[in-house]
C-alpha cells in the first residue's frame, strides 16, 4: 500500500520537474530541475523491484550526467537573452504532432489493461542481472563494449589538435 | 536452456570476429604504421577473410546463435555478402579521396569496420536489445565519420545535425520497443510473434507500438518524415562516406525493416519455408494496415525526394535527394506485400549499390581535381575525363530507370509487385516519379556532355578508382541485359528464419 503510494508520489514528482525543466528559462534551474526527474524515476525502478537499476540511475545520471550537462552549459557561457523563443510555425506543427502522440499513447495505455504483464519474481536483484548478462546476455554485452570502444576512438579522434 | 550455448557459439560468428580483431588492430597499428594507406590494404583483407569465413559457415543454415541474440540464415547471408563488399568498394573509394587523405589512417577504416559490423549484426537480429545496440553501433560510426575532415565546418555541421536526429529518432524507437515490451514482456521476435498472432491487443495499441519503432527504422531508410539529415549530411560528409551511408547504412536499414515486418507482423511465417510463388500474398497480423501506410510513406518519400531535387546545384546534394526518392521506390515493394516486392527490395539494392556508389565515386574524381561539386563546373567534363564521364552517364541513366541498364529491370519488378497486388495510384505516382527524376539526371549527362567551358585541362582518374568504375559499371550494363542470374539468387536468399 505505502508502495503504491510512493509510486504515485515520485510519478508526480517526476511530471513536476519535468515540466519545470522545461518551463524554466535559465539553463542551469533546467539541468537541476532535470537531475530531480532522474533521482524520482530512480525511486520509481527501486519501488518496482529493480534495485540494481535504481542505483546505476543514480550514480550514472543524477550523479555523472547532470554534472555533465551543468559543465556543457557553464562552460558554453553563452547569452541568456539568446533563448528568448520566438512563436514560429515550426513550433505549432511541433505542438500539434505532440498533441497527436499524446492521445495514441493514451489509446496505447487503454490497450495495457487488456492484459497486463507482471515481473517474474526476484525480477531486477542484481544476482539476476549479473547472471543474465554473463550467461544469456553475454553477447549483447561483448557488442556493448565494440560500441564503447568505437565511442573512445571517435571521441578521441575528433578532439585531439594535429 | 543451457547456460553456455553463448559460449559455444562463438566460433560460429568467425566473419563478424574477424572484423573484431581488425577493428583492434587498427587501433593499436595507428602507433606502428607511419605509411597510412597500408590500413586501406589490411582493410581490404579483413573484408576478404571474413567473406571467405563466411562461405566456409555457409555450410551450416539457419541456426540461431547466442539465446535467442541473432540469427544466420539466408537472408543474413546475403545482407552480411551486401555489407562486406560496400567495406572493399568503401575502402578503394577512399583511397584516392582529396578530402580525407590528410587524415587517412587507423582511425577512419576501423570506424568504417565497425559500422559494417554493425550492419551485419543489424541485419541478422532476432531481438530488440540486439537490434538496438546493432543500430546504435551503426549510427555511432556514422555520426563520427560524417565529421571526420575536423578543419571543415561543413563536415562538423552534417555530423552534429546527424547526431541530434539519429538521437531523435532513436529514442522514440526505444520508447516503441519499450511499449511492446511493455505489452508482451519479452524482447525476443518469435515470442512477440506468437503474442501478436492470438490477436488479444487492440489494433490501435499495436499500430501506436509500431509507429514509434518506424521511427528508427525510417530514419536509417531516409524516408519521409525523417529524411531530412540526409542532404546536409551527404553534403558535409566527405564524398566515400556519402557513399558509405548512402548505400549500406540505407541497405542496412532495409533489412531490419525486412525482417521486423515479414517476421513478427505478418500471419505464420511463410519465408521460412521453401520457395513462394510469385503471387503470394502475406497478410498482416491482427489485419493490422500497416503495408497501406507503408505505401503512402513511399508516395510522399518519393515526390518529395524527386521534386526537391529538381533545382539542387550542389551534384552531392541531387543525389542526396536521389537516394530518398529511391527510398521510396524501394518502399513500394513492402506496400504490395507479395513475394515479389519482398525480392524486388533485395534485387532493387544490389542495383542501387552499384549504381549510387558509382555516381558518388566521379563526384569524387571531379572534386579531386576542381575542388567543388557545384552542378555547373560538369560542364565540358566528358572531354575532360571521357571514360569517367561515361560511367558517370551509365550510372545516371540507371539511376533514372532507363533501359537497357539494370536501374531498369529493378524499378520493373518493383512495379510487377505493386500491378499484381492492384495498386495502381502508387503504380501510377510511382511512373510519374521516375519521369520526372530522368529531368535532373539529365540535366547532369547534358551538362557534360552538351556543354563545353573554357577548361579544358584533363581530370586524372587514379587506378584505384578506375577499377571500381569498372567493378561497379559493367555489372550495371550487363544486369540490364542479363538479369536472371541475379534474380534467381535473390529469390533464394529471401528467406527469413524464425524459429
Excluded: C
Excluded at chain 1, 45 to 55: E, K, T, V
Excluded at chain 1, 124 to 152: C, D, H
Excluded at chain 2, 49 to 56: E, G, Q, R, S, V
Excluded at chain 2, 313 to 338: D, E, P, Q
Amino acid at each position: 500500500m505505502l508502495a503504491t503510494m510512493l509510486i504515485y508520489i515520485f510519478g508526480a514528482l517526476a511530471i513536476f520537474s519535468g515540466l519545470m525543466m522545461i518551463l524554466y528559462r535559465n539553463p542551469i534551474h533546467s539541468a537541476l530541475w532535470f537531475g530531480l526527474v532522474l533521482f524520482s524515476l530512480a525511486g520509481i525502478y527501486a519501488l518496482m523491484q529493480a534495485h540494481f537499476l535504481a542505483l546505476i540511475q543514480i550514480l550514472v545520471y543524477v550523479g555523472a550526467i547532470t554534472v555533465l550537462i551543468v559543465y556543457v552549459i557553464a562552460l558554453l557561457n553563452f547569452d541568456q537573452r539568446d533563448l528568448v523563443g520566438k512563436v514560429t510555425i515550426l513550433k505549432g506543427i511541433a505542438v500539434i504532432v505532440a498533441a497527436i502522440l499524446f492521445i495514441e499513447l493514451l489509446f496505447y495505455v487503454g490497450g495495457l489493461y487488456v492484459k497486463g504483464i507482471a515481473p517474474p519474481p526476484e525480477f531486477g536483484k542484481a544476482a539476476n542481472i549479473g547472471l543474465a548478462t554473463l550467461t544469456r546476455y553475454l553477447f549483447p554485452f561483448e557488442v556493448i563494449s565494440i560500441l564503447l570502444l568505437v565511442a573512445v576512438v571517435g571521441g578521441v579522434y575528433i578532439a585531439k589538435k594535429d | 536452456m543451457n547456460l553456455f550455448s553463448p559460449y559455444i557459439d562463438v566460433l560460429k560468428i568467425a566473419p563478424q570476429l574477424t572484423l573484431v580483431v581488425f577493428i583492434l588492430f587498427f587501433v593499436i597499428g595507428e602507433l606502428v604504421f607511419r605509411r597510412k594507406i597500408v590500413f586501406g590494404w589490411f582493410s581490404v583483407a579483413g573484408y576478404i577473410i571474413a567473406l571467405i569465413f563466411l562461405l566456409i559457415g555457409h555450410l551450416y543454415q539457419n541456426r540461431v546463435l547466442f539465446s535467442y541474440q541473432i540469427v544466420e540464415d539466408k537472408f543474413s547471408f546475403f545482407f552480411t555478402i551486401f555489407f562486406l563488399l560496400a567495406g572493399i568498394v568503401i575502402s578503394f573509394f577512399s583511397f584516392d579521396s582529396a578530402e580525407i587523405k590528410r587524415d587517412l589512417g587507423g582511425e577512419y577504416f576501423a570506424l568504417i569496420m565497425a559500422a559494417i559490423l554493425g550492419m551485419i549484426y543489424m541485419a541478422g537480429a532476432v531481438n530488440f536489445l540486439m537490434l538496438y545496440l546493432s543500430l546504435e553501433m551503426v549510427s555511432l560510426s556514422s555520426y563520427l565519420l560524417s565529421g571526420y575532415t575536423r578543419d571543415d565546418k561543413y563536415s562538423a555541421e552534417a555530423a552534429l545535425k546527424y547526431l541530434v536526429f539519429g538521437a531523435t529518432a532513436s529514442g522514440i524507437m526505444i520508447m516503441g520497443i519499450a511499449y511492446l515490451y511493455g505489452l508482451t514482456g519479452t524482447l525476443n521476435f518469435s515470442v512477440i510473434r506468437d503474442q501478436l498472432v492470438s490477436g488479444i491487443f487492440p489494433s490501435f495499441t499495436l499500430l501506436t507500438i509500431l509507429f514509434l519503432i518506424f521511427a528508427g527504422f525510417f530514419f536509417k531508410m531516409s524516408l519521409v518524415p525523417f529524411h531530412m539529415w540526409a542532404p546536409d549530411v551527404y553534403e558535409g560528409a566527405p564524398t566515400p562516406v556519402a557513399a558509405f551511408l548512402a548505400v549500406a547504412s540505407k541497405g542496412a536499414g532495409f533489412a531490419i525493416a525486412l525482417r521486423f515486418l515479414y517476421t513478427v507482423m505478418i500471419q505464420g511465417s511463410p519465408l521460412s519455408g521453401k520457395l513462394l510463388s510469385d503471387i503470394y500474398h502475406f497478410i498482416p497480423v491482427n489485419n493490422l494496415d500497416w503495408p497501406l501506410f507503408l505505401g503512402i510513406i513511399s508516395v510522399l518519400t518519393m515526390t518529395v525526394g524527386n521534386i526537391t531535387a529538381l533545382n539542387q546545384t550542389s551534384v552531392k546534394r541531387l543525389l542526396a535527394y536521389s537516394s530518398i526518392a529511391h527510398a521510396g521506390y524501394m518502399l513500394m515493394g513492402f506496400a504490395a506485400m507479395n513475394y515479389i516486392g519482398f525480392y524486388a527490395v533485395l534485387f532493387y539494392l544490389v542495383v542501387y549499390f552499384l549504381m549510387n556508389i558509382g555516381a558518388f565515386l566521379f563526384v569524387q574524381v571531379v572534386y579531386n581535381k576542381i575542388g567543388t561539386d557545384s552542378i555547373v563546373k560538369y560542364r565540358g567534363l566528358g572531354r575532360r575525363t571521357p571514360f569517367a564521364a561515361v560511367m558517370m552517364a551509365i550510372f545516371l541513366f540507371s539511376l533514372a530507370g532507363i533501359p537497357p541498364l539494370g536501374g531498369f529491370i529493378g524499378k520493373f519488378y518493383l512495379f510487377a509487385a505493386v500491378l499484381k497486388s492492384k495498386l495502381y495510384w502508387l503504380a501510377v505516382i510511382g511512373i510519374a516519379n521516375s519521369v520526372l527524376s530522368l529531368y535532373y539526371y539529365a540535366r547532369i549527362a547534358k551538362m557534360m556532355f552538351l556543354e563545353d567551358s573554357h577548361e579544358k585541362e584533363k581530370v586524372p582518374v587514379s587506378a584505384a578508382h578506375i577499377f571500381l568504375f569498372v567493378i561497379l559499371g559493367f555489372p550495371v550494363v550487363i544486369l540490364g541485359v542479363y538479369w536472371s542470374p541475379v534474380l534467381e539468387f535473390v529469390k533464394i536468399y529471401s528467406h527469413l528464419f524464425l524459429p
